[in-house]
């Protein structure tokens, strides 16, 4: 069975570097054709994706966010943490984590499912 | 990377059938054939609904498919249920990342 599961700050002020764990069991990150991705949702908005972690290390961003955004896995703790610097009011968000289901390799990245999500943490920005 | 063009809302009776559509451009749902469909009800985790256009996953209810064609694709809700009463995202692949869509609020009256 597979579970993951957010935590971090729920309160954070304006500039600083909101850092989040993703905790999760029932897969390793070891394991080829795996990832871990963040997803996020403004309240009464849409869902974002942002990024995304491969087995291998490899990792891909939002075009939009890129430089404000790091990934990075722990694999023996099974946990995957997601940074974001410079927060604003408007990144004030719930932020899910999800497990990646990855198959086709097209050059660019592999193809991938967000199959299984957590329950999401939702993250306030203001002073 | 401009968010997927969904309707804001759907409304259908129960026993009816409703379709949500999709637009996007040929470097997302157009490109590729990993368009899927997720069901959010209010303060609760999004949901996968269908993958790679039409695929359901282990679970999910045979009243749910998907569609597409050229930049759109589709989700079909057949015989409308009170349960189904949500918010349904899709997103597409594009070049090693995703793209979701702008949501719609499925009603049933």
């Known amino acids: 069975q597979i579970t993951l599961k957010e935590s971090g700050p729920t309160l954070v002020k304006p500039t600083q570097t909101l850092t989040l764990t993703c905790t999760f069991s029932?897969?390793?990150?070891?394991?080829?054709?795996?990832?871990v991705g963040w997803i996020r949702q403004p309240p009464g908005k849409a869902l974002e994706w942002l990024a995304l972690?491969?087995?291998?290390?490899?990792?891909h961003y939002s075009p939009s966010l890129k430089s404000r955004l790091t990934i990075t896995k722990d694999t023996s703790k099974n946990q995957v943490v997601l940074t974001m610097t410079n927060m604003d009011p408007v990144d004030t968000a719930t932020f899910y984590c999800a497990h990646a289901t990855l198959y086709y390799y097209d050059g660019s990245g592999y193809s991938h499912v967000l199959d299984y999500w957590g329950q999401g943490t939702l993250v306030t920005v203001s002073s | 990377q401009s968010a997927l063009t969904q309707p804001a809302s759907v409304s259908g009776s129960p026993g009816q059938s409703i379709t949500i559509s999709c637009t996007g451009t040929s470097s997302d749902v157009g490109g590729y054939n990993y368009v899927s469909w997720y069901q959010q009800h209010p303060g609760k985790a999004p949901k996968l609904m269908i993958y790679d256009v039409s695929n359901r996953p282990s679970g999910v209810s045979h009243r749910f498919s998907g569609s597409k064609s050229g930049n759109t694709a589709s989700l079909t809700i057949s015989g409308l249920q009170a349960e189904d009463e949500a918010d349904y995202y899709c997103?597409?692949?594009?070049?090693?990342?995703?793209?979701f869509g702008t949501g719609t609020k499925v009603t049933v009256l």
């Open positions: 972690i491969y087995w291998n290390d490899d990792k």
């Open positions: 997103s597409s692949y594009t070049s090693s990342t995703r793209v």
């Open positions: 029932g897969f390793s990150l070891s394991t080829s054709a795996v990832g």
